[in-house]
């Protein structure tokens, strides 16, 4: 089944602990992205990246870190977490960038305390 | 920063009836993709619809077709025969101008479906 997969699921954790959240694609898709969603902003881009070791800042990338070391993981970074960086997270792929608009994981609720 | 604006953040509609979702966005391209997406409960993003700015004719998939204006910026979305399964988050999403990898959603519509 073609999809994005994204782990965990639920994560809850400190001020200051380092985490990371993994990212898959099983689609050989070039483009994938990292968004947060919070309530009454909608989904706002974090990462993108177009292809292996090409990333770039999407509208909110301070505190954040991403790596494509390969075409089908996109893992994101959270060096130092704050409680301001609660939040859902969202991992996608695109075959095409915006054009053909983006398969999404299934979220990774966070929680900094 | 692009801006993606939904005006309605809650609407209500019963079953079989039809309901409609606006959307405005700004560009200063002259072809580019639109699209809407569903957010159920479950949290999980669903493309509803992908609208090419060069054609003229509105998209369709299925029950959901999009009520494009092009001079207005405007890309509603329009329901028919609404389900209760229709019942989500609704959300509008646009490239950048410049960028087409930055890609900026509106801050939804919340639709619920009324038996």
């Known amino acids: 089944e073609a999809q994005v997969t994204q782990n965990p699921r639920y994560l809850i954790t400190v001020t200051g602990k380092k985490l990371t959240v993994t990212c898959s694609q099983n689609?050989?898709?070039?483009?994938m992205s990292w968004y947060r969603q919070d309530p009454g902003l909608g989904l706002r881009q974090i990462y993108y990246?177009?292809?292996?070791?090409?990333?770039d800042k999407g509208d909110v990338p301070e505190g954040y870190k991403v790596s494509r070391k390969e075409k089908r993981n996109f893992p994101l970074i959270l060096e130092s977490p704050s409680p301001n960086q609660t939040s859902l997270y969202f991992c996608?792929?695109?075959?095409?960038?915006?054009?053909?608009?983006?398969?999404f994981g299934s979220g990774t609720r966070l929680t900094v305390v | 920063a692009q801006t993606v604006t939904q005006s309605q953040p809650e609407m209500s509609v019963q079953e079989a009836e039809t309901v409609t979702l606006s959307c405005t966005y700004d560009?200063?391209?002259?072809?580019?993709?639109l699209f809407w997406y569903k957010q159920p409960p479950s949290r999980q993003m669903i493309l509803v619809i992908r609208?090419?700015?060069?054609?003229?004719q509105n998209a369709t998939e299925n029950r959901f077709s999009v009520n494009f204006q092009k001079a207005a910026k405007s890309f509603s979305l329009k329901i028919s025969d609404s389900q209760l399964g229709d019942t989500a988050m609704y959300f509008c999403?646009?490239?950048?101008?410049?960028?087409?990898?930055?890609?900026?959603f509106g801050s939804g519509t919340k639709l619920n479906v009324k038996p």
């Open positions: 996608a792929s695109s075959l095409g960038g915006a054009t053909y608009g983006y398969t």
């Open positions: 560009t200063s391209e002259n072809n580019y993709y």
């Open positions: 689609m050989n898709h070039e483009y």
């Open positions: 609208q090419e700015a060069y054609k003229q």
């Open positions: 999403a646009s490239p950048e101008s410049l960028n087409f990898n930055k890609f900026y």
């Open positions: 990246s177009m292809n292996v070791e090409v990333t």
